[in-house]
């Protein structure tokens, strides 16, 4: 990974929290949750507490040509391109400022996680008309014909992982290394990893990696329900709390975010600011024997060592370290058993900060938003408090974990994430 230096020149967010970067990371200084409890007669606790983005505003001059995709965009893919937008407008990259970089030095990364149209409820009226009210019967006539007039044609566009992938490309130019990568949480992660290689591998100077996704569907929330990972909502809007000893599970939302990286030479040509360095990335798979959600004893332990080394880092370095923190009992535990032992090796004792209850957790968008939400705050000289954080395990009480915000005068953090199957991705930033 020896290479070019890479930078980030542009920053968007919409989660539950704001609609725009600064206005989540003043809600993250005023302690302000974006999960809301939205009443739903006798529905389950579960699908009445989420982050859910009000009023959405989509970009303005999205070009004519472009208009008839925009109808196959899902709710996380609007979610996305809104982010998009913000960043590459920041970055220089719309009107006037537009750079004049070749298509094909152009590299485009976009994680989805996306479950909008999962529960499948837009078939559900050609459905009634073919049953007429007996659940056994289905007369497969009615049902085509009734599909013909009720059933949008586009549905299946419409649930394709790449929708945003494929608009974006074509909206931006950005027509270099590029793939869309369809996973669970750390996929942004994995995102901003080979947004970071295609740079420092010369083989494009501007990058954008963006995570999207919508997780407040009801077929999804019944099927993470079942599970056992959601929270029992014993406190409301605040019963999201990762690493605390009483934790129960996370809450869900839904949202976009991007970053666009490119070479520190590319900047400066083009005359952009440079908000941040990323120093390191890394990735790893830690085997898990069986199947389904089974968590490692330390599963983020080797990816958050790989990225201290790939940035050329000492741990001492950090302002802060932030985990994936998704409040589950076994998953938190085992990231702070990794960074528990990181820490022990190298005598180092940084502050642990988690983001999701600010947010609730927003899937394949989650690592992207932590980063730019940490960034913004480090920038600050400050270590983002963990929200509804009172007490930790007893096993880990020596760990700087705090329900109340920090101050650091150091620039550099270290954000690691991990999902099914023993996945862990980590990338170390540096404010500029």
Same mark, same amino acid.
């Given at each position: 990974?020896?290479?070019?230096?890479?930078?980030?020149?542009? @920053?968007?967010?919409?989660?539950?929290?704001?609609?725009?970067?600064?206005?989540?990371?003043?809600?993250?200084?005023?302690?302000?949750?974006?999960?809301?409890?939205?009443?739903?007669?006798?529905?389950?606790?579960?699908?009445?507490?989420?982050?859910?983005?009000?009023?959405?505003?989509?970009?303005?001059?999205?070009?004519?040509?472009?208009?008839?995709?925009?109808?196959? @965009?899902?709710?996380?893919?609007?979610?996305?391109?809104?982010?998009?937008?913000?960043?590459?407008?920041?970055?220089?990259?719309?009107?006037?400022?537009?750079?004049?970089?070749?298509?094909?030095? =152009?590299?485009?990364?976009?994680?989805?996680?996306?479950?909008?149209?999962?529960?499948?409820?837009?078939?559900?009226?050609?459905?009634?008309?073919?049953?007429?009210?007996?659940?056994?019967?289905?007369?497969?006539?009615?049902?085509?014909?009734?599909?013909?007039?009720?059933?949008?044609?586009?549905?299946?566009?419409?649930?394709?992982?790449?929708?945003?992938?494929?608009?974006?490309?074509?909206?931006?130019?950005?027509?270099?290394?590029?793939?869309?990568?369809?996973?669970?949480?750390?996929?942004?992660?994995?995102?901003?990893?080979?947004?970071?290689?295609?740079?420092?591998?010369?083989?494009?100077? #501007?990058?954008?990696?963006?995570?999207?996704?919508?997780?407040?569907?009801?077929?999804?929330?019944?099927?993470?329900?079942?599970?056992?990972?959601?929270?029992?909502?014993?406190?409301?809007?605040?019963?999201?709390?990762?690493?605390?000893?009483?934790?129960?599970?996370? #809450?869900?939302?839904?949202?976009?975010?991007?970053?666009?990286?490119?070479?520190?030479?590319?900047?400066?040509? =083009?005359?952009?600011?440079? @908000?941040?360095?990323?120093?390191?990335?890394?990735?790893?798979?830690?085997?898990?024997?069986?199947?389904?959600?089974?968590?490692?004893?330390?599963?983020?332990?080797?990816?958050?060592?790989?990225? #201290?080394?790939?940035?050329?880092?000492?741990?001492?370095?950090?302002?802060? #370290?932030?985990?994936?923190?998704?409040?589950?009992?076994?998953?938190?535990?085992?990231?702070?058993?990794?960074?528990?032992?990181?820490?022990?090796?190298?005598?180092?004792?940084?502050?642990?900060?988690?983001?999701?209850?600010?947010?609730?957790?927003?899937?394949?968008?989650?690592?992207?938003?932590?980063?730019?939400?940490?960034?913004?705050?480090?920038?600050?000289?400050?270590?983002?408090?963990?929200?509804?954080?009172?007490?930790?395990?007893?096993?880990?009480?020596?760990?700087?974990?705090?329900?109340?915000?920090?101050?650091?005068?150091?620039?550099?953090?270290?954000?690691?994430?991990?999902?099914?199957?023993?996945?862990?991705?980590?990338?170390?930033?540096?404010?500029?």
């Amino acid at each position: 990974m020896e290479g070019r230096e890479v930078v980030i020149t542009g @920053l968007g967010l919409v989660s539950p929290l704001g609609k725009t970067v600064s206005e989540n990371t003043e809600n993250v200084k005023a302690l302000k949750t974006g999960i809301g409890h939205y009443p739903a007669g006798d529905k389950p606790l579960f699908l009445q507490y989420m982050g859910k983005v009000e009023d959405l505003h989509l970009p303005s001059e999205i070009p004519q040509k472009l208009m008839g995709q925009m109808k196959f @965009l899902n709710r996380g893919s609007l979610l996305g391109l809104a982010a998009a937008h913000e960043a590459i407008t920041q970055a220089g990259f719309i009107g006037s400022g537009a750079s004049d970089l070749p298509a094909r030095r =152009r590299a485009l990364y976009v994680a989805s996680g996306d479950f909008t149209k999962v529960g499948y409820d837009f078939l559900y009226p050609a459905i009634a008309d073919a049953t007429d009210g007996h659940k056994k019967t289905v007369d497969f006539e009615r049902l085509n014909n009734a599909a013909l007039g009720k059933v949008n044609p586009f549905f299946l566009l419409e649930s394709l992982s790449n929708n945003l992938f494929s608009f974006l490309s074509a909206y931006l130019e950005f027509m270099g290394p590029n793939t869309s990568i369809a996973s669970l949480s750390p996929c942004g992660g994995y995102a901003m990893e080979l947004a970071c290689r295609s740079i420092r591998q010369n083989r494009a100077d #501007i990058a954008v990696a963006v995570g999207c996704g919508s997780w407040i569907t009801d077929v999804p929330l019944y099927e993470i329900e079942e599970l056992g990972i959601t929270s029992r909502f014993r406190e409301g809007v605040a019963s999201f709390r990762p690493f605390d000893r009483k934790r129960d599970g996370f #809450i869900t939302g839904e949202g976009g975010a991007a970053l666009v990286i490119e070479s520190a030479g590319s900047a400066k040509k =083009r005359g952009a600011a440079i @908000l941040a360095r990323i120093k390191g990335t890394a990735n790893c798979v830690e085997f898990v024997p069986g199947a389904g959600f089974a968590v490692p004893p330390m599963v983020s332990r080797r990816s958050i060592e790989a990225a #201290i080394r790939d940035a050329d880092y000492s741990v001492n370095d950090l302002a802060f #370290i932030t985990p994936h923190g998704s409040g589950t009992k076994k998953g938190d535990a085992s990231e702070l058993l990794s960074i528990s032992a990181v820490l022990k090796e190298a005598g180092a004792n940084l502050p642990v900060s988690g983001m999701k209850a600010y947010t609730g957790h927003l899937g394949a968008a989650s690592d992207i938003a932590e980063v730019i939400l940490c960034l913004e705050t480090v920038r600050e000289g400050l270590v983002p408090a963990t929200l509804n954080f009172r007490e930790a395990d007893r096993a880990f009480s020596d760990l700087q974990i705090s329900g109340s915000h920090q101050t650091t005068e150091k620039r550099g953090f270290l954000s690691t994430s991990y999902g099914v199957g023993g996945q862990s991705s980590t990338v170390v930033v540096e404010a500029a």
